[in-house]
């Protein structure tokens, strides 16, 4: 791998994110997208946590949960049904012609949609926390930090290597997309403290996210440690674990997804 | 005799059409499942969330809990599905013009696509209820000559949610893809004023009255009260059923009438800007 | 490989698997397209002309023989091929619809590791060549057809490939703006040596003005490969007649006697164009009794040189269609 070819992966990571942080700018539909209804479920989960006399740290489970849930739609929507739809507007045969590797466009794709959705998350979580006036403790930021971008690698690794398989399942990535979103809320534990759902929370672990918010929540809320599914150590290892595995799925898929669009000629053709 | 015969094919085309979009790119299980997947998710979160908090005792706020919500699906459903075809057939199957120009008028038409969204969210509630009956110790505690009450008042409930489908199926007419997050955050902001899962009173102040000029949220509360034998919100709670039905279907009547205008005003409005068949996806 | 060839193909075959068997979209097709060259594929839809391009430009596997651009093995050298070559197909709805002209083709630009200064600077270059620079900021979405395509031109040449495929470049564009891509392709092949350009057209005229030489391609098979003089010379000895003729019913004109190749085109106010070969000169006027007692007025009627389309017609056995 010469150094001329490295440079011109990283050109195209940051040529393939330009795209995403412009939207985040320029499409006001985002902003319903990923603020308002996010905003709209946090508010009825906190409301509905208010009605049942809940701690007013579980209010902030749930803005939590509701903020992250913006990276989750991100994934689903603008990661794994992506190359979907760049095969539909021509665009993926001109990245698979161009000279570089098509792990730097679902790096660019995902690089960008991390940092338009941060925004977009923060300002839930703002708002959130304006509404229902919560407290948070911040209890080692250290860790907050790994825990944090360590849940963005392994999730968006997730959502690279599902933009692959979607690509190779078939035609309607939209139903596959619509599909998981709330079944992962569930989960994942996205409004509830994932500890809840007992053995399930095991295999639940898979997905980013639930491992993730759960060491957030251990990490932002006083009573998050004692609601606490693992201890924050663990998770840590199981994001960092799930990290490489993803990325090491998406890379091996993505290549076979390649493989299969030269040999069997369909994964370049409109409406196959 | 012709009107009425006209009316009922136009609408079973349509409800057709709706029915084969919805359902036909997958075999009928997996259909099935995926219909289902997403109701009962959003149902259990609410489940579990109740029961944490209630650390698993049950009381009696758990089957007004399940009704809410399950009656809730229609209209996010209902709303989405009518909203929706105006986007998905003007931009992605780009047939919208044509059935502009058809005879069959806009109103069937969507009203057919809408019944294909009700009949399948019917699977998911029923399927909610059923479950809170077998798993979740929810009996019902019905009021007398309920089997009177209940076809009427579902009824009279089912016509608002399409009235309230035709308001957004008029939004959508005038602006671009947008409109999808649009209907979905109205599908929220419903479910908090409507009193779905938890009494509208619990918000403070006028955001607590607003739902009750709102017909889904007299058809939730007159849904429990006819089968668990009283609602939860407090500006029902002393109210006959009777009452609630008058209140409901005098509702009905203002919004169809002020919808109706403005669906009409809405059509005439993206046909002078020619919007009827715009792109906006690209 | 001989350096002064750029793309070579051996036996090159490929396979589709369809229901209930197996689609030959290519058949033992062995071209070799010099260095400097406008080559163009000639042939209806689903002649197998999209599918040499993909293979050539790496997006697709042959299933048979071998292909090589500018020395490279389509199938293994993937990279070495794809760092020199580029393409542009008609009707591309490439680039983000949220993203300017300007902008969309900088990120293309940044595939092929430009640098940022260069790739504005040759961005406006080629904006004001195609008259865009107006355009430069509106965002793509925004476009006509006309004016998409020639954005995806400019995407294409942004990277100064050494072999440019061109897939139906003009498609569905208006005669002016076809014209202006036309132009520009010339320039730019005079512009600097050794380019190449390896074009699908279903435009004979296209083909007829651009290329230095012609494949007719039909049902995966290259029928005949010259320059378009040494094609039309195919038909030196065939005298060729286009007659203009009113219609006095809806007669369908089915045969002409003494005729071949005869061909009939619908023209305005009810009249037809019918153009035929004939073997034997005298026989023209018979042939315009038959047309008169047959209830066509003879409206006008002129010799002519023989046209890529009679060439086709001639090779290929049909009439140039748009035919699957």
Known sequence: ?272 | ?282 | MDDSISIKTENLGRIYKKEGGVLEALKNININVNRGEIFGLLGPNGAGKTTLIKILTTLLLPSSGKAYVLGYDVETETLKIREKINMVSGGEWAGYGILTVRENLWMFSQFYGIPTKKAKREIDKYLEIFGLEEDANTKISKLSTGMRQKMNIIRGILSNPEVLFLDEPTLGLDVQIARTVRSFIKVWMKEKEGRTILLTTHYLNEADELCNRIAIIDNGEIHALDTPQGLKKILKNKIMYSVELERESYLNLKELPYTTKFTVNPLKDGKIEVKFQIQDENKIVDIFNYLKNNGFNLVSFRKREPTLEDVFIEIVGKEFKEDE
């Open chain 1, 1 to 272: 791998m010469n150094k001329e070819y490295i440079i011109r992966n990283l050109k195209a990571i940051l040529g393939r994110a330009y795209p995403r942080v412009i939207a985040a700018n320029r499409e006001y539909s985002w902003i319903i997208a990923d603020i308002i209804l996010p905003l709209l479920s946090v508010i009825a989960y906190g409301t509905l946590y208010k009605f049942l006399g809940a701690s007013k740290d579980f209010l902030g489970f749930a803005v939590l949960g509701g903020a992250m849930s913006a990276f989750w739609l991100n994934v689903l929507w603008d990661m794994a049904s992506q190359l979907y739809w760049e095969k539909m507007s021509g665009n993926l045969q001109l990245y698979i012609l161009s000279p570089i590797s098509l792990v730097s466009i679902l790096l660019g794709m995902s690089i960008g949609g991390m940092l338009a959705t941060s925004l977009r998350a923060a300002a839930t979580l703002i708002v959130g926390t304006f509404i229902f006036k919560l407290d948070f403790s911040l209890i080692n930021i250290t860790q907050l930090l790994l825990v944090f971008f360590l849940t963005l690698a392994a999730l968006y690794g997730l959502g690279m290597m599902l933009a692959s398989l979607y690509l190779i399942w078939g035609r309607e990535a939209w139903h596959l997309s619509e599909f998981f979103q709330e079944p992962v809320y569930l989960v994942s534990g996205m409004y509830f403290p994932v500890k809840f759902l007992g053995k399930v929370g095991f295999f639940s672990s898979l997905i980013p996210l639930t491992v993730g918010l759960d060491g957030l929540r251990q990490l932002l809320f006083k009573e998050g440690a004692t609601f606490g599914f693992l201890s924050v150590n663990i998770e840590i290892l199981i994001l960092i674990i799930l990290t490489v595995i993803y990325a090491l799925l998406a890379i091996y898929y993505l290549k076979k997804m390649e493989y299969l669009a030269r040999k069997e000629g369909k994964l370049t053709i409109r409406w196959e």
């Open chain 2, 1 to 282: 005799m012709g009107i009425i015969k006209k009316f009922l094919n136009d609408f079973k085309s349509s409800f057709y059409l709706g029915w084969k979009i919805e359902s036909n790119w997958t075999d009928p299980l997996l259909f099935f499942i995926y219909s289902l997947a997403k109701p009962l998710s959003s149902a259990f979160i609410l489940i579990f969330m109740y029961m944490i908090i209630s650390q698993g005792q049950m009381n009696e706020m758990l089957p007004h809990l399940i009704i809410g919500n399950a009656l809730h699906l229609y209209t996010a459903n209902v709303l989405f599905g009518m909203a929706w075809t105006v986007i998905d057939d003007r931009e992605f199957y780009e047939t919208l013009k044509y059935i502009y120009i058809s005879p069959v008028s806009m109103f069937q038409f969507l009203a057919g696509r809408g019944f294909a969204k009700y009949l399948i969210t019917t699977i998911s509630s029923f399927i909610i209820i059923i479950f809170g009956f077998i798993f979740l110790n929810v009996r019902f505690t019905p009021i007398a000559s309920w089997y009177i009450y209940f076809p009427i008042f579902l009824f009279v409930g089912s016509i608002s949610l399409f009235i309230i489908g035709y308001f957004f199926a008029g939004i959508n007419f005038l602006i671009s893809r947008q409109g999808s997050f649009l209907t979905q955050s109205a599908a929220g902001v419903f479910l908090l004023l409507t009193g779905a899962i938890f009494p509208i009173d619990t918000f403070p102040g006028f955001l607590g009255k607003v739902g009750i000029y709102i017909p889904q949220t007299i058809w939730i509360d007159g849904m429990r009260k006819i089968l668990l034998g009283d609602g939860w919100n407090s500006f029902f709670i002393n109210m006959s059923i009777n009452r609630m039905l008058s209140m409901l279907i005098i509702e009905n009547i203002i919004y169809f009438i002020i919808i109706f205008l403005f669906f009409n005003f809405s059509l005439k409005i993206a046909r002078q800007r020619g919007l009827i068949d715009q792109r906006t996806m690209g």
